[in-house]
Protein backbone atom coordinates (compact mmCIF):
# COMPACT_ATOMS: atom_id res chain seq x y z
CA UNK A 1 0.00 0.00 0.00
CA UNK A 2 1.68 3.45 -0.85
CA UNK A 3 2.02 5.78 1.47
CA UNK A 4 1.39 9.24 1.86
CA UNK A 5 3.00 11.37 -0.76
CA UNK A 6 4.34 14.97 -0.45
CA UNK A 7 6.50 17.00 -2.75
CA UNK A 8 8.47 18.69 -2.88
CA UNK A 9 10.94 17.38 -0.08
CA UNK A 10 12.57 20.72 0.22
CA UNK A 11 11.85 24.07 -0.20
CA UNK A 12 13.98 27.44 0.56
CA UNK A 13 12.74 30.63 -0.60
CA UNK A 14 12.97 34.61 0.20
CA UNK A 15 10.94 35.75 2.97
CA UNK A 16 8.02 37.44 1.12
CA UNK A 17 7.95 35.00 -1.35
CA UNK A 18 4.82 32.66 -1.93
CA UNK A 19 5.42 28.63 -1.77
CA UNK A 20 2.78 25.64 -2.03
CA UNK A 21 3.59 22.40 -0.55
CA UNK A 22 1.23 18.85 -2.56
CA UNK A 23 -0.22 16.06 -0.73
CA UNK A 24 -1.52 13.06 -2.14
CA UNK A 25 -3.19 10.96 0.98
CA UNK A 26 -3.48 7.29 0.89
CA UNK A 27 -5.88 5.59 -1.19
CA UNK A 28 -9.61 5.54 0.26
CA UNK A 29 -8.49 8.14 3.10
CA UNK A 30 -11.20 10.81 3.40
CA UNK A 31 -9.54 12.43 6.43
CA UNK A 32 -6.22 14.99 5.50
CA UNK A 33 -4.52 16.97 8.01
CA UNK A 34 -1.67 19.32 7.82
CA UNK A 35 0.98 20.12 10.40
CA UNK A 36 3.51 22.32 10.92
CA UNK A 37 6.91 21.02 13.05
CA UNK A 38 9.00 23.64 14.20
CA UNK A 39 12.45 22.27 14.94
CA UNK A 40 13.33 20.75 18.07
CA UNK A 41 9.30 20.35 18.52
CA UNK A 42 6.01 18.06 18.13
CA UNK A 43 4.05 18.92 15.00
CA UNK A 44 1.05 21.31 15.35
CA UNK A 45 -2.22 20.50 13.52
CA UNK A 46 -2.78 23.53 11.22
CA UNK A 47 -6.30 22.04 9.34
CA UNK A 48 -8.35 19.00 9.08
CA UNK A 49 -9.99 17.98 6.36
CA UNK A 50 -13.19 15.47 5.69
CA UNK A 51 -13.40 14.67 2.37
CA UNK A 52 -12.80 18.37 0.90
CA UNK A 53 -14.75 19.65 3.53
CA UNK A 54 -12.97 22.02 6.34
CA UNK A 55 -13.35 20.08 9.54
CA UNK A 56 -11.21 22.85 11.49
CA UNK A 57 -8.69 25.42 10.54
CA UNK A 58 -8.69 27.42 13.62
CA UNK A 59 -4.86 27.24 14.46
CA UNK A 60 -4.30 28.25 10.34
CA UNK A 61 -3.07 31.75 10.56
CA UNK A 62 -4.92 32.54 7.36
CA UNK A 63 -3.68 35.99 7.20
CA UNK A 64 -1.17 33.87 5.19
CA UNK A 65 -1.80 30.46 5.02
CA UNK A 66 -4.73 28.84 3.04
CA UNK A 67 -5.39 24.93 1.89
CA UNK A 68 -7.57 23.28 0.02
CA UNK A 69 -8.45 20.13 -1.00
CA UNK A 70 -10.64 19.54 -4.63
CA UNK A 71 -12.15 16.85 -5.33
CA UNK A 72 -11.55 15.46 -1.97
CA UNK A 73 -8.60 13.89 -2.79
CA UNK A 74 -5.32 15.65 -3.20
CA UNK A 75 -4.51 19.12 -1.09
CA UNK A 76 -2.24 22.10 -1.11
CA UNK A 77 -0.52 24.19 1.09
CA UNK A 78 -0.16 27.40 0.62
CA UNK A 79 1.72 30.46 2.30
CA UNK A 80 1.56 33.61 0.79
CA UNK A 81 3.79 35.90 2.09
CA UNK A 82 6.44 34.11 4.05
CA UNK A 83 7.83 35.21 7.22
CA UNK A 84 10.95 33.52 8.47
CA UNK A 85 9.30 31.98 11.21
CA UNK A 86 7.53 29.94 9.24
CA UNK A 87 10.85 27.95 8.38
CA UNK A 88 9.43 24.24 9.55
CA UNK A 89 8.66 20.80 8.11
CA UNK A 90 5.19 21.05 7.01
CA UNK A 91 3.86 17.26 7.56
CA UNK A 92 0.58 16.16 5.59
CA UNK A 93 -1.01 13.35 7.50
CA UNK A 94 -4.50 10.94 6.01
CA UNK A 95 -6.17 8.78 8.04
CA UNK A 96 -10.04 6.58 7.61
CA UNK A 97 -12.41 8.54 9.00
CA UNK A 98 -11.14 8.92 12.89
CA UNK A 99 -8.48 5.89 12.65
CA UNK A 100 -4.46 6.11 13.26
CA UNK A 101 -2.65 8.71 11.56
CA UNK A 102 -0.21 7.93 8.69
CA UNK A 103 2.36 10.88 7.93
CA UNK A 104 3.91 11.45 4.97
CA UNK A 105 7.87 12.46 4.88
CA UNK A 106 7.22 16.43 5.07
CA UNK A 107 8.44 19.54 2.98
CA UNK A 108 11.64 20.82 4.74
CA UNK A 109 10.76 24.80 4.24
CA UNK A 110 13.36 27.26 5.11
CA UNK A 111 13.09 31.20 4.88
CA UNK A 112 15.93 33.57 4.23
CA UNK B 1 -7.18 23.27 24.71
CA UNK B 2 -5.34 20.55 25.41
CA UNK B 3 -1.63 20.65 26.75
CA UNK B 4 0.72 17.79 26.52
CA UNK B 5 4.23 17.63 28.54
CA UNK B 6 6.96 14.85 27.66
CA UNK B 7 9.97 13.81 29.93
CA UNK B 8 12.82 13.42 29.33
CA UNK B 9 13.80 15.29 26.78
CA UNK B 10 17.02 13.61 25.79
CA UNK B 11 17.17 9.89 26.71
CA UNK B 12 20.77 7.38 26.57
CA UNK B 13 20.60 4.01 27.58
CA UNK B 14 22.91 1.05 26.83
CA UNK B 15 21.90 -1.54 24.37
CA UNK B 16 19.43 -4.29 26.02
CA UNK B 17 18.37 -1.85 28.56
CA UNK B 18 14.84 -0.60 28.89
CA UNK B 19 13.80 2.96 28.48
CA UNK B 20 10.68 4.55 29.26
CA UNK B 21 9.09 8.01 28.43
CA UNK B 22 6.16 9.55 30.57
CA UNK B 23 3.27 12.39 29.63
CA UNK B 24 0.98 13.96 30.85
CA UNK B 25 -2.24 15.38 29.48
CA UNK B 26 -4.85 17.80 30.48
CA UNK B 27 -7.77 17.41 28.82
CA UNK B 28 -9.76 14.72 31.12
CA UNK B 29 -12.02 13.76 27.91
CA UNK B 30 -9.24 12.92 26.16
CA UNK B 31 -9.47 9.29 25.11
CA UNK B 32 -6.88 7.88 22.50
CA UNK B 33 -3.46 7.60 22.78
CA UNK B 34 -0.73 7.10 20.28
CA UNK B 35 3.22 7.12 20.38
CA UNK B 36 4.71 7.88 17.49
CA UNK B 37 8.79 7.38 16.10
CA UNK B 38 10.17 9.69 14.00
CA UNK B 39 13.93 8.73 12.31
CA UNK B 40 15.93 12.09 11.19
CA UNK B 41 14.20 13.36 7.80
CA UNK B 42 11.32 11.42 8.13
CA UNK B 43 7.19 11.92 9.04
CA UNK B 44 6.57 10.28 12.59
CA UNK B 45 5.12 6.48 12.04
CA UNK B 46 3.14 4.91 14.76
CA UNK B 47 4.52 2.39 17.02
CA UNK B 48 1.78 1.48 19.46
CA UNK B 49 -1.51 3.43 20.61
CA UNK B 50 -3.87 3.25 23.35
CA UNK B 51 -7.38 3.76 23.82
CA UNK B 52 -8.67 5.12 27.23
CA UNK B 53 -11.05 2.05 28.26
CA UNK B 54 -7.61 0.12 28.23
CA UNK B 55 -5.27 0.30 31.01
CA UNK B 56 -1.98 -1.74 28.96
CA UNK B 57 -0.90 -2.90 25.69
CA UNK B 58 1.76 -4.21 24.81
CA UNK B 59 3.38 -5.42 21.20
CA UNK B 60 6.78 -7.26 21.55
CA UNK B 61 9.34 -4.84 22.89
CA UNK B 62 7.13 -1.82 23.28
CA UNK B 63 4.09 -1.20 25.78
CA UNK B 64 2.14 1.75 26.60
CA UNK B 65 0.73 2.05 30.32
CA UNK B 66 -2.40 4.33 30.72
CA UNK B 67 -3.51 5.52 34.16
CA UNK B 68 -6.88 7.92 33.28
CA UNK B 69 -7.23 9.50 36.49
CA UNK B 70 -3.28 10.99 37.22
CA UNK B 71 -3.66 11.64 33.40
CA UNK B 72 -0.83 10.11 32.48
CA UNK B 73 0.64 7.67 29.88
CA UNK B 74 4.23 6.04 29.60
CA UNK B 75 5.97 4.12 26.32
CA UNK B 76 8.52 1.15 27.78
CA UNK B 77 10.63 -0.58 25.26
CA UNK B 78 12.60 -3.18 26.52
CA UNK B 79 15.81 -4.81 25.35
CA UNK B 80 16.47 -1.68 23.46
CA UNK B 81 18.60 -1.77 20.27
CA UNK B 82 20.39 0.87 18.23
CA UNK B 83 17.67 0.97 15.45
CA UNK B 84 15.43 2.35 18.00
CA UNK B 85 17.62 5.27 18.39
CA UNK B 86 15.12 8.25 17.24
CA UNK B 87 12.69 10.77 18.52
CA UNK B 88 9.73 9.74 19.96
CA UNK B 89 6.39 11.41 20.33
CA UNK B 90 3.54 11.40 22.46
CA UNK B 91 0.42 12.36 21.50
CA UNK B 92 -3.15 12.41 22.62
CA UNK B 93 -6.53 13.47 20.92
CA UNK B 94 -10.20 13.33 22.20
CA UNK B 95 -14.01 13.28 20.66
CA UNK B 96 -14.55 12.30 17.12
CA UNK B 97 -12.47 14.53 15.26
CA UNK B 98 -9.29 12.73 17.10
CA UNK B 99 -7.09 16.12 16.39
CA UNK B 100 -3.68 14.76 17.75
CA UNK B 101 -1.91 17.25 20.42
CA UNK B 102 1.53 15.78 20.37
CA UNK B 103 3.99 16.15 23.42
CA UNK B 104 7.30 18.01 22.63
CA UNK B 105 9.70 14.63 21.90
CA UNK B 106 12.13 12.28 23.36
CA UNK B 107 15.47 11.73 21.79
CA UNK B 108 16.51 8.16 22.58
CA UNK B 109 19.97 7.39 21.95
CA UNK B 110 20.60 3.55 22.76
CA UNK B 111 24.50 3.18 22.94
CA UNK B 112 26.19 -0.09 21.43
Known amino acids: EAGVAQSPRYKIIEKRQSVAFWCNPI?????LYWYQQILGQGPKLLIQ????????DSQLPKDRFSAERLKGVDSTLKIQPAKLEDSAVYLC??????????FGQGTRLTVV | GENVEQHPSTLSVQEGDSAVIKCTYS??????FPWYKQELGKGPQLIID?????GEKKDQRIAVTLNKTAKHFSLHITETQPEDSAVYFC???????????FGSGTQLTVLP
Open chain 1, 93 to 102: ASSIGQGVAF
Open chain 1, 27 to 31: SGHAT
Open chain 1, 49 to 56: FQNNGVVD
Open chain 2, 27 to 32: DSASNY
Open chain 2, 50 to 54: IRSNV
Open chain 2, 91 to 101: AVASGSARQLT
